[in-house]
């Protein structure tokens, strides 16, 4: 590890410091709330859900033609 100078240290804690204001200033929802909200959205969009309501037809199987005997 390079030897750092004391001007390297301010400078590195300024930036953590500008760092930990920036998280600061993020809102933040309560988890009961927000787990809530996404249960709500799921129970929703269940009906839309491709993984929980697949497709009836495989839209990549070849259609057959019509063949007359």
Known sequence: MPFQTK?????KLRGTADQMRHHLKVDRMVMSKTIAEIIGYC??????DPLLNPVKDNPFKD?????IL
Request: glycine residues 0%.
């Open 63 to 67: 259609k057959k033609s019509c063949a």
């Open 7 to 11: 001007s390297d240290q301010i400078a």
């Open 43 to 48: 129970n929703h969009m269940a009906a839309e």
